[in-house]
């Protein structure tokens, strides 16, 4: 198995799910899913992005490698995992990611991540 | 973080300081004049095995066993440990179009302090187009990157007084660490080797072996060729093991291979003698009828045997299939099944409800079915 | 000139806005698909190249330090100017890069966005929030992006004039001489600082993890190399300042040539997040400027002559804008979109001339731009929203030294 970096220190509750902040319907903040994608840091913490790069995400967004929640830590799934969401995410790994924002005629209109090399 | 660094590497300088030990506080010391790099990185350019960061090593020779087999000899460079116990794992990442990919083979090598080099044994398999490049592609002088050794599927030290080997195909690679070792400390004691393959010329390591039967008396070898005699039957173990309820037992080989050696231990209430290795998918085995599979976002079809996964008929038909190990851990192959019944070639288990999600790297249609990939 | 709707500016319709969006989009996925071993084997060979520049340098003159006068000058020289290259190239074409995540791809952890450490002053972390997120996020947008004189200068006319301003021909030989520390403290937002918008425990935090790095650099340059020449440790000092100076004025040089000459517009937007892709696009075009020269010029500039290109897919490995250019323009010609580019000569005189004209108050100097109209003045603290550039910064901490989990 590749050697994997140990679990960031730090979430516990998804109330303090970084890119989570201030969304009381337990959508991440846009703004702060862009920043995640941008500045390079974990949706859920906050840090620093590491190495490989998780990504959670229905069936569906797994199969068309296309996901809307931000980057993560591969210690912090656990904490995104544990939201209440209606159906079970899966967890993808990935060294890089492209970063697509939503245009006009996507049937999507929400920015997404494209993992670019999948683990 | 490099405080975290600095305490960790504290804490293991503990009871004995080796001159390797001192040689990595010279070269921690000089990390002051290489901030913000470390000195590693400037010594790779010298030679590229020069570097603990990520660990690294340098194939040196690629020793071909058979058609399809070939085992590479492999000089680690800083930071390796040798003392992988007989059996275990190690990481082999390897780059191929500019990208590391990782995958996990058993070391053939024995573990010896002094050596320089480990061994492991790569099958080409027909889904794996990494092994493939690590047994036709790769050669000598390779940089490679490398994890230390896992797995628990390891020799005990002492070994147990008797002992039987269950291997089928390439299952033999981390047995032959193992009786390796044994010939080497010279405790080779009642050891009894079945190794199933399907033909002799497919055969890993088999003059080796019987060069080891010739030595030691006690190694009791056979071979079964199932071309020609057919998957061997468990129920004649007795016959040819009659002792084998007494003897600590190691299985290594295809998926169903290892699920009737489960089985057939569990039904034995033996289990906790039984040591498994489940490394590889055998896909040839009890495979589903095929059908058509449909993916449906591209509107592609394929017609697909019972023997080929939903992700090998998808990549043959051109579509753009996520995935990850290729057998059926890491869950990243997984996508929706819209419609029709598929069959988990590890267990035998057929998914039939629509908008299921299913591992596309261990499942083969069941008739015809539709994929929203 | 400052635009507010940058469709209407262009004259585009929606449609034409959509189609070139579409247009970008083949084009970096034809990047993305045909991205292989050959782009690995080049970062891999700039990385090796960069190293050996810096290796010889230091050793260089140490080797010198006990040679008579004669061999020694020219070797120190020789050494500083190596090194200086090292750390332009290490902080353009790999740092600025390899931080943006463009290599990540490749799967190997010594070369990503999240291990890297860079050979400057500002930690990697605070780099990544500064630029990739509030820069290119923000492009050129009045009142967000800091980019826009670095909080030091006024770039733009709709910024408000105040007799400091005047120092402008001052400040500017300051921050391009000690443009390291300048970027260092970017992140800080000097502007929100002087307005007494900063938290000052968020401050704190984070001038202390530039304290920690850049004494580290510091000490590296101006202690550690100069002992080891023994007696001539004074001559080290002085190639390894010539060296950091040497990037310096580089780097600013670069950097100010990508959104400040003529052609690069300002935007007074207020809506970013609705912002679709196609105008992200239109608005990365029209806010930044080419710069026009050889290869060796673009890759000692980080491949940043093609700022265009690179603010329309900062992620896409650098080496391959070069390929994709002549398309970009095309596009823009065809769609009449301005494509600004010239010679770096031309790029900076016109930088200079803003710098200077600015210093003065509007009513006294013209405008080289088209008019924008009405007499806009944005001020950078009432703008900016608190939380894009102040708020909870988690990954600060200790500077993460390059993947400091060496096994050994």
Known sequence: MVARRGPQPGVTTASALFAWEGAPDGVPSRRLVTRCALARVCGACGRPLGHPIAFVGTSDEVARNAFHLPPLHDGCVDAVRALPAPVPLTVVRTAGFEFVRPGSGDADPLPRFVPNSLL | ?373 | MAISDVQEYCHLTEADVEAIGRELDALRERVERSRGAKDAAYIRRVIRAQRWMAASARIGMIVAAPLDKRYRRPLQAASAVSLGLAKILENMEIGHNVMHGQWDWMNDPEIHSSTWEWDTGQPAEQWKHSHNYIHHQFTNVLGYDNDIGYGVLRMAREQRWTPANLGQPVYNALLATLFQWGVALHDLDLDAIRHGKKDPEEMRRQLAQIVRKGRHQLVKDYVLYPALTGPRWKETIRANVAANLMRNVWAYLIIFCGHFPDGALHFTEDELEDETRAEWYLRQILGTANFEGGPLLHLMSGNLGYQIEHHLFPDLVSNRYAEIAPEVRALCEKYELPYTTGPLHRQYGQVLRTIHKLTLPNRMTKDDRPPTGEGVTIEQHQRVRHEDTHQRRTELGAWSRAAGRSRA
């Open chain 2, 1 to 373: 973080m490099f405080t975290d660094r600095v305490t960790s590497t504290t804490a293991s300088r503990d009871a004995q300081t080796t001159p390797r030990d001192r040689w990595g506080r010279v070269r921690r010391g000089l990390d002051q004049l290489t901030t913000p790099l470390l000195p590693d990185d400037y010594l790779t350019l010298i030679n590229p095995l020069w570097s603990s960061r990520e660990l690294r090593g340098r194939v040196e020779k690629v020793v071909r066993e058979t058609d399809d087999a070939a085992t590479l000899v492999i000089r680690p460079g800083w930071g390796w440990t040798y003392d992988h116990r007989p059996g275990q794992y190690v990481g082999i990442g390897v780059q191929v179009d500019g990208k590391f990919h990782w995958r996990s083979y058993s070391v053939s090598s024995p573990p010896k302090r002094s050596g320089r080099t480990l061994a492991i044994t790569v099958r080409a398999m027909p889904e794996g187009f990494l092994s493939d490049h690590l047994v036709n592609g790769l050669a000598p002088g390779t940089i490679v990157r490398l994890a230390l050794p896992n797995g628990d599927f390891v020799l005990p030290d002492p070994p147990p007084a008797r002992s039987l080997f269950l291997v089928g195909g390439s299952g033999i690679t981390p047995v032959m660490s193992m009786l390796r070792t044994l010939d080497r400390r010279g405790t080779m004691g009642d050891v009894t080797l079945h190794y199933a393959s399907t033909t002799p010329e497919r055969m890993i390591f088999r003059d080796e072996i019987a060069a080891l039967h010739a030595k030691h008396e006690a190694l009791t070898v056979h071979e079964w060729f199932s071309d020609e005699q057919g998957i061997f039957d468990l129920a004649r173990l007795d016959d040819l093991v009659p002792d084998w309820r007494r003897r600590e037992t190691w299985a290594c080989g295809p998926a169903p291979m290892l699920d009737a050696v489960e089985q057939h231990w569990r039904d034995a209430d033996l289990d906790d003698r039984l040591h498994l290795e489940r490394f590889s998918l055998q896909l040839k085995g009890d495979g589903g009828e095929g059908g058509l599979v449909t993916f449906q976002n591209t509107g592609r079809e394929v017609e697909a045997d019972g023997a080929t996964t939903l992700l090998e008929a998808g990549e043959q038909a051109g579509v753009g299939m996520p995935y990850g190990c290729r057998v059926g851990i890491c869950h990243t192959c997984t996508v929706t099944k819209i419609s029709g019944t598929v069959r988990d070639l590890r267990n035998g288990d057929e998914f039939d409800q629509p908008n299921e999600q299913v591992q596309t790297c261990v499942t083969v249609p069941v008739g015809p079915c539709t994929l929203n990939v």
